[in-house]
């Protein structure tokens, strides 16, 4: 089988951003969808294929965000392409917890066997990331039968009541919609380039913070587990400073707390690794998956201990979709690709490339105040020149210089400065330089 989606890997503008076609569709968009939705690129996509969004009036557009890092293996990939073909002719949905089938039983294989750690694992499949972060604080809740999450500041873990309650950001995601869940306690988030000192003694001063917050506010018995983003990704691309994650994990463990990553925008060899904790050699209780899993189809897991995910009685946990055939096909094509592709050296070849592209620009325009991140995970954190201040205005002019140009790239942070990059993992060298260069332009024209 192939597809009718085989877009050239190259940028071609034909009219302006957005142009007559998208500007029409958009009135409708204005029209018939909610207000509270928001728009990075304002155009109508009508194909996309690898790292090209081809748009309604002809436009072929650079992707840089990979729709929030989920086309990893890139847009309509052709394993997940196929194996979703031969999916839906087969069947479309039974719900695997009426009539059980073969994919749902086999991506949870590959998960247990990919995610760190040479222990018995178990998982179980959901919709969504939100979804999925919900079920992992279940099921450590269950275990532990403790009240407490432990969570950090500049966190993003999603928008549902519970997970709106562990995320950190005020505005966009929780403004309004409270009140929310109880027993979610915050913590401090070693954010190296707004804490003073080296990061051997940022480590030890974040983990002073943590422990003496948990020991003597919540009371370590308390905390059923404790949860981060390995790289926190809608905080702003920030990197938890060597050692952090590991004295993280330690303590848990001593305190009978349930350690869990967040890797749904981390994983599936965005980082240069599997998954990011393994670039400290961490091995979580449990791992929540999403975003890069399916290809662009929706499915989301927790990953973990057999004993821990076990702990819950039949019927506890489901839904009525989760693990649906056409997702886990979608998935088992993806991890295929993956594999074969071996997209964790690509995800590293890109990071050579981004990294010292971003760290030139940084060293060409003071407005530049920190380029950090991992593997095709990188961001730039966007500054008063010479200062720390946050400077939003700059990374919105950055951002439609480069829409005009026929580049999308994504914003992020807790300040609302960080510009991030989350190409598709199959990304041409060619194509990300091209990027690149219109990135460099978008500085220069500030
Ligand atoms: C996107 C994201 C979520 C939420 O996933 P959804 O599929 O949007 O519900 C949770 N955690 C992290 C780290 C994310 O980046």
């Not at 990374?395 to 510009?419: D, H, I, P």
Request: charged letters at 20%; hydrophobic letters at 45%.
């Amino acid at each position: 089988m192939t597809t009718l989606t085989n877009l050239t890997q190259e940028r071609r503008l034909v009219t302006a951003i957005p142009g007559p076609k998208s500007t029409e569709a958009l009135k409708r968009r204005t029209e018939a969808t909610s207000g509270g939705l928001g728009m990075a690129i304002p155009v109508v996509i009508e194909r996309a294929s690898d790292a090209i969004l081809l748009d309604i009036d002809g436009n072929q557009i650079i992707d840089l965000g990979s729709g929030i890092g989920v086309t990893g293996v890139g847009n309509s990939a052709q394993r997940v392409v196929d194996r979703v073909i031969e999916q839906v002719q087969a069947f479309t949905h039974t719900c695997f917890t009426v009539a059980p089938y073969m994919n749902y039983i086999e991506v949870c294989e590959k998960l247990n066997a990919m995610t760190p750690g040479a222990h018995k694992k178990k998982s179980l499949l959901v919709n969504s990331g939100a979804e999925a972060v919900e079920n992992a604080v279940k099921i450590a809740r269950h275990f532990t039968k403790r009240p407490a999450i432990v969570v950090f500041e500049h966190s993003y873990h999603g928008r549902t009541n519970l997970t709106m309650a562990l995320t950190a950001k005020n505005m966009p995601y929780k403004e309004g919609f409270g009140p929310f869940a109880p027993e979610v306690y915050r913590v401090p988030m070693p954010y190296s380039f707004h804490w003073v000192g080296d990061q051997a003694t940022i480590t030890e001063d974040a983990i002073e913070m943590v422990t003496h917050k948990i020991d003597k506010e919540i009371g370590a018995h308390n905390v059923a587990a404790i949860l981060i983003e390995p790289i926190q990704g809608e905080g702003g691309f920030i990197v938890p400073p060597k050692g952090f994650l590991p004295a993280l994990a330690k303590y848990s463990k001593d305190n009978g707390i349930i350690f869990i990553a967040d890797e749904v925008q981390t994983g599936f060899a965005r980082t240069g690794h599997m998954f990011a904790v393994e670039e400290e050699g961490v091995v979580p209780d449990m791992v929540v998956t999403a975003k890069g899993i399916a290809g662009g189809l929706p499915l989301a897991a927790v990953t973990g201990r057999a004993d821990v995910m076990d702990s819950v009685h039949a019927s506890g946990l489901g839904g009525t979709y989760g693990g649906n055939p056409i997702a886990c096909a979608a998935a088992l094509g993806a991890i295929e690709t993956m594999e074969e592709e071996n997209l964790v050296a690509r995800a590293q070849h890109i990071g050579e490339i981004l990294g010292s592209s971003l760290r030139a620009l940084a060293k060409k325009y003071p407005v530049i105040g920190e380029v950090r991140g991992r593997g095709a995970m990188q961001a730039i954190e966007l500054v008063e020149p010479r200062t720390k201040n946050p400077n939003t205005a700059a990374m919105n002019a950055v951002v439609k210089y480069c829409q005009s140009q026929g580049v999308l790239v994504l914003t992020a942070g807790t300040y609302s400065n960080v510009v991030r990059f989350l190409p598709p993992l199959v990304i041409t060298d060619e194509l990300l330089k091209d990027a690149l260069s219109v990135l460099d332009d978008a500085f220069a024209s500030l």
